[in-house]
């Protein structure tokens, strides 16, 4: 089964389009397929276009969230009701083409784990263009993946990819890298881009901002979650060795007979000296909580506290 899940939000005017095209795309692939719609709060009447919509179609399911917690909780909710072998993430602002979906799954068949779009022709704003580019660029050279279009939100996943992925904050922008660095294979494929026809872009400077910072989150994540004591225990050495240093020098200094009591670099080498040794304990810390708790159940669980209702 291919499960297609939907995040969405004041998408009313595209919801039945968008299933439309998905069975066109997708009927003719002989595959059972169902669509896993997921409302974040919508407050126009997304919500009476999705029940209809199930009513009348066994393969739509929906799930309602209590109240507009972003997209990444959408997608974590949609992932965790999908029931298909294959995953594919797709907009409901029509700006994504469904016709793309076979492709994505031919590629994945090639070996991958994950298939990301790539929008090699962007319908959107020269600004929002510039600053993706700069996003994807960054985000490329921080996490050492690199894809010309990180936040397409047109993917395909086998489901072991997306079970148990921690979504949050503005996570769902770096799955690929979520994906990389627990060691699934990734590739990108360009596709269609389509205008917005509908509703209006909630892309602004700030989410990319937000998303800069939760980059610095997923490269920790991936590179220092079972290792902690690689990072705080390097940064506590060099700050201590550096601060060790500056004493020894201050001691020479205080043999030939010079005073040191005033010096402003005695201050500054207790000072490394001390954080040195408060960095180093705070990764013998972090390495006994790893051990402890080296398997977490966020992935799983978070979704369920925000589900208000579900149409299966």
Known sequence: MISIVIPLH???RSIAL???????????LGQRWEAVFVDDGSVDGSFAALTRLHDTNENVRVVRLRRNFGKAAA?????GQARGEIVVTIDADLQDDPAEIP?????LDEGFDLVSGWKTRRRDSLRRRLLSRIFNWVTGRVSGLRLHDMNCGLKAYRSEVVRGMPLYGELHRF?????Q?????VAELPVNHRPREHGRSRYGVERYV????DLL?????GRYRHRPLHLFGGLGLVLGLIGFAILIYLTVVKALGHSIGERPLLTLGVLLVVVGLQFFSLGLISEMLTSQHEETAVGREQAEFHVDEILS
């Open 75 to 79: 997608l974590a909710a949609g992932f």
């Open 10 to 12: 004041d998408e009313e």
């Open 181 to 185: 660095f627990r060691g699934f294979r």
């Open 18 to 28: 968008l299933y439309e095209e998905l069975q066109a795309a997708l009927e003719p």
């Open 217 to 221: 989150t997923v490269s920790f994540i």
């Open 103 to 107: 492709r994505l799954l031919v590629k």
């Open 210 to 213: 937000r998303g800069f910072l």
């Open 175 to 179: 799955i690929p890298v979520l994906a």
